[in-house]
């Protein structure tokens, strides 16, 4: 049997067919353009699984389920999706009018960096039955495997890694607090930072990098600056993954994971981002003199992820 996983992003409806081994065989996307009404949504998702149907040469029996990770909160009880604020949408009935475009078929859906973390667990290469994975893009989201189970919380919003506070009375929010993780360790928090050191320093790489233009700067352009020996680079990231292992030590004194797994788009950097962030976390967990303490990687899957944990999701 086959399934099918939709990665519901701000930018692209990515979907995703799946087969029997937990591998993506064909994929397909179109343009999110939200906000829009959820109807319109529900459409472009029913359509982008007739596609992937057709161009796979298989019947609707051939599904055996639809699965959809969403960014916002997915509560599971009366099939709404809360607080999905890159959407545009507070409380809408994204189950319902899904499932009614999809005439029948089996359809689950869930927070998309939590089925992002399921995907990593499930089809990359982890033997251990606690896991999680930490996201970094333009916020700090992840999942938590705990007995080999995904954990969602009560109401599907667990992980929300981004919003624990790890300066109080910091930098202002999008939650609406002050000092949160994501506020000084995501894409968009080193982005923000590298901007404000250029209007300070004129002499710094990062001009010449991002061609004069500090809109053009992205967080890959940091990495590359401090690859060349920019000194103003070298110091926005030394800074950066302090404040982001500050988190991290945080997430591993909670939950003792065999595996912390460190996923999107900033940990394509790899190891420039991680030989420091294990350096440092390792200086702050609680059972730094362990014999045994988690191993902290970087992903397998990439983008993947978000489509296999959606077409592995439960009922």
Request: hydrophobic share 40%; proline share 4%.
């Amino acid at each position: 049997m086959y399934r099918i996983g939709i990665d519901l992003g701000g930018t692209n409806i990515a979907a995703g067919l799946v087969d029997g081994s937990m591998r993506i065989v064909d994929k397909a996307s179109v343009p999110t353009r939200a906000p829009r009404p959820i109807a319109d949504l529900a459409d472009d998702i029913a359509a982008l699984v007739r596609e992937l149907l057709e161009r796979g040469g298989l019947d609707r029996q051939d599904l055996a389920a639809v699965g959809v990770g969403v960014p916002g909160t997915a509560n599971r009880e009366n099939g709404r999706l809360e607080d999905a604020n890159n959407l545009g949408f507070d409380d809408e009935p994204f189950l319902p009018v899904l499932e009614e475009r999809l005439e029948g078929l089996p359809v689950r859906f869930g927070n998309d960096a939590n089925a992002a973390a399921w995907g990593e667990y499930r089809a990359g290469d982890y033997p251990e039955d606690s896991f999680i994975m930490m996201t970094i893009g333009t916020g700090i989201g992840g999942g938590v495997i705990l007995n080999g189970k995904l954990w969602d919380g009560i109401n599907g919003a667990a992980a929300e890694f981004g919003h624990m506070v790890i300066r109080r009375d910091g930098a202002p929010c999008t939650c609406g607090r002050r000092g949160c993780f994501e506020a000084y360790a995501s894409a968009a928090a080193l982005v923000r930072q590298a901007r404000e050191r250029m209007q300070m320093e004129v002499r710094t790489r990062l001009w010449t990098l991002c061609g004069g233009d500090p809109g053009r700067l992205e967080a890959k352009t940091v990495f590359d600056g401090a690859a060349a020996g920019d000194r103003a680079s070298i110091e926005l990231l030394d800074a950066y993954t302090t404040s982001l292992a500050e988190g991290t030590a945080n997430i591993i004194n909670l939950f003792q994971p065999a595996v912390l797994c460190v996923g999107g788009g900033v940990s394509r950097a790899g190891e420039a981002l991680l030989r420091p962030l294990r350096e440092k976390t390792a200086q702050r967990v609680y059972s730094r003199n362990a014999k045994r303490n988690t191993r902290l990687v970087l992903a397998q899957l990439d983008n993947d992820a978000g489509i296999l944990g959606a077409a592995l999701l439960e009922q």
